[in-house]
């Protein structure tokens, strides 16, 4: 998906500063070698960049029982998790995922942030990965460097909320809570694949991407890249945002020029990598309890479709909060908005059995 995560976060702007750090806050970086892509490609080695929060608690076998996996979305990296509308509703002492208690596993995603990608000198020569390989990779960097064999939740946010439905299917006895937020377990089709599409095509058929293999970034694509915001903000927030044809005018241009700092295979692989999203077809495998969270003015994931509603029932123990649009949401971007669905996230944890 094109969007821009500072956009986002202008429109979701709030007074609150960020706390600088968090307990036993740290980051890292490991190599997995050999990596097979599910195309069949191969990567010498894929670098993964991650932080973590907090310090495991283990039993008396030694195994971590306190682990929390987050996930961020399509424009973010780990560090989306530290802006205060995020990390001060959620890590604070009291908070459902309180950095005092939990171990909190937060990486960048293959093709973001400090993890491989394109841009790193590969181009288009880079793997044509998918939403598999990133959860795969996540998963070793988990299990054969960090040492943890089981979680005590997945989260993720649009994205991250796409990748922890296929977390509960390919890995349904690793975790005891799942909850995606930002949404939907299909295909993405329709409208959703259609934005996406035009974002692709613009950079397929800029003048100067030459197939990938430009020396200096294509700087046609920018002037429609604004349309995934456009897409994911709220209507309403817009409007308090833009009041005028003037500030308009000027949103779009600060959106165009934060896309002319994105390099364009990584924006582009980003956006194809969705392709092989469908978790409708295993949504029996999924054994850990699951809450999915969702926005009534997400346009995103409009819940005029029906879809989620359809397809958790077949999820046993499942359920879904639709938190309802106000003059507080942004659209899909109220996920960067904590305090809108934390309690729902906190009495989800109170409901999970306890840990072995």
Do not use: C
């Not at 459902?96 to 020569?125: H, Q, Y």
């Not at 299990?143 to 299917?169: A, F, Y």
């Not at 920018?222 to 000027?250: C, H, K, W």
Request: glycine residues 8%.
């Amino acid at each position: 998906m094109l969007r821009f995560l500072v956009i986002a976060l202008l429109l979701v702007t709030s007074p609150a500063l960020a706390q600088t750090a968090w307990p036993n806050q740290r980051e890292g970086d490991v190599v997995l070698k050999d990596f097979g892509f599910a195309s069949g490609e191969r990567l010498s080695e894929l670098k993964m960049h991650y932080m973590t929060l907090g310090s495991e608690r283990r039993n008396a076998a030694g195994d971590i029982v306190n682990g929390v996996l987050l996930i961020h979305g399509t424009a973010g990296t780990s560090k989306t998790w530290l802006q205060p509308t995020l990390a001060n509703e959620l890590f604070a002492r009291g908070a459902p995922l309180d950095a005092e208690k939990f171990f909190i596993v937060i990486p960048d995603g293959v093709g973001r942030g400090g993890s491989s990608k394109p841009s790193d000198g590969l181009r288009m020569k880079f793997p044509h990965y998918r939403y598999v390989d990133m959860v795969t990779a996540t998963h070793r960097l988990l299990t054969e460097n960090l040492g943890v064999k089981h979680l005590r939740l997945v989260l993720g946010t649009s994205m991250g909320g796409m990748q922890t439905w296929m977390w509960g299917e390919m890995h349904p006895d690793f975790m005891d809570g799942l909850v995606p937020i930002a949404s939907q377990p299909i295909a993405i089709s329709g409208r959703n694949w259609l934005y996406r599409r035009i974002g692709i095509e613009a950079i397929r058929n800029d003048p100067d991407w030459n197939n990938g293999n430009y020396d200096k970034n294509p700087t046609h694509y920018v002037y429609v890249a604004p349309l995934g915001t456009l897409m994911a903000g709220s209507v309403i927030n817009f409007q308090q945002v833009a009041p005028s044809r003037e500030a308009a005018d000027a949103l779009y241009r600060q959106m165009v020029e934060q896309a002319t700092r994105l390099d364009a295979n990584d924006q582009l692989y980003g956006a194809e990598a969705v392709m092989d999203y469908d978790p409708s077809k295993d949504l029996e495998k999924i054994k850990a309890r699951l809450l999915a969270i969702n926005f009534a003015d997400d346009e995103v994931n409009p819940p005029e479709l029906g879809v989620t509603e359809r397809e958790i029932r077949r999820i046993a123990d499942a359920r879904l909060v639709l938190i309802p649009a106000n003059e507080n949401t942004r659209g899909h971007f109220t996920y960067f908005l904590a305090t809108l669905w934390k309690q729902h996230l906190a009495d989800f944890m109170n409901e999970l059995p306890p840990p072995m």
